[in-house]
């Protein structure tokens, strides 16, 4: 029987765990041994975390849901509960880190997952969609975990898939980290025209990597962020709130070392990420 594991009992990995759960045995870690409470729809359910510091088993399927800002921290472990077949999903927005992890059999997934955790109380919004890349092997994961409510994707578009959610966050991550705002900031014009100012810059990015994106992905995306209640804050603005280190690099900071890779000019990103780098400086 296939052994699952989850790292990180925050807003996706809990989700995931608590999915896989239903079909399967899986073993939820975090840095020590605690009880998570996961609320979904009108539902709490009560999940318990195992120590990854602890842990002495290995996995055939291991999905990491920590904060790119911690992915160096775990891949002793990560190493340690491996077998030479382990597959590992990395579920985490921006795109880079993929790199920190060239010695294992791992893919990233694009996450469709939305959630909050705050102390050990785990909100889940909505959805609970991971997009993969095309892969014998993940698409008899996806069979097995057929049952369950997390949908795992296949898809031939998995790269555009990966960047357009790159954009996505982008746009509204930069806005409401930069502003401490959620994203009732988008309803003032000028913070609106500047966030589609940076998705123009991202698309260029995008298209010199060789993407089919237009014109028209950019206004996709601001219907999208038209979408958004207004209260909604984004990861990066939650982290900026709680003064902890951003995913800036692999987001903001991927696209602008990618920009320069083409040598493209793109002045409002590099505003962004000189702001983000000072916000950074020293925490
Ligand atoms: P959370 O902060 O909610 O969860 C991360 C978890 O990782 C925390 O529970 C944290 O534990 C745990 N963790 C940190 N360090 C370690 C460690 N060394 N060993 C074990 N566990 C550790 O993050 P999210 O779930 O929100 O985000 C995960 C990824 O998914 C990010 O890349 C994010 O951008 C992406 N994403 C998030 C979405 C969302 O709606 N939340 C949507 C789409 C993508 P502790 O609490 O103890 O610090």
Partial sequence: MTQYAVIGPGAVGTVIAHEISKVAAVKLFGRREQQVVLNSGSNDYKINVSSLL?????????????????????????????????????????MGQLDMLHEFNAVQAVVYISGQKTDDYVRHFQDKKLILPVNQEL????????????????SPDYEAALWFKLLVNLGINTVTALTKNTAHVLELPEVMQLTEQLLQEGLRIARAEGLDFTAQTVQDIIAIYRTYAGDMGTSMY????????LEYDYIQGELQRLARKHQLTTPLLDVCCTLLTGYQYKR
Wanted: proline share 2%; charged share 15%; net charge negative.
């Fill in 238 to 245: 939650y982290d900026t709130l709680a003064g902890v280190l």
């Fill in 54 to 94: 602890l842990n002495s088993d290995t996995f055939d399927v291991i999905f990491v849901a920590v904060k790119v800002t911690k992915l160096a921290s775990i891949l002793p472990a990560l190493q340690a509960m491996s077998h030479d077949n382990t597959v590992i999903i990395l579920c985490q927005n921006g």
């Fill in 139 to 154: 698409q008899r994961i996806s069979q097995r975990l057929d049952a369950t409510k997390l949908e795992l994707v296949v």
